[in-house]
């Protein structure tokens, strides 16, 4: 898999809360970012599997 680069503009608030979330566990902010971007991916993808499994099984 490869990378691409993606650019982003924020306020300095937004920079400053992401920089404390980030220090609180040890990491750059990019890796924070995208950590969150990979969990929140997977939160939804698995709660559209949950849905479509209920939807199959008639789960009201």
Do not use: W
């Amino acid at each position: 898999m490869g990378t691409t680069v993606l650019s982003l503009r924020i306020d300095e608030e937004l920079l400053d809360r992401l920089r404390q979330h980030a220090a609180k566990r040890g990491m750059s902010v990019q890796d924070y970012v995208v950590r969150t971007l990979i969990r929140d991916d997977f939160d939804e993808r698995f709660s559209t599997a949950v849905e479509e499994t209920e939807r199959f099984y008639g789960v009201p």
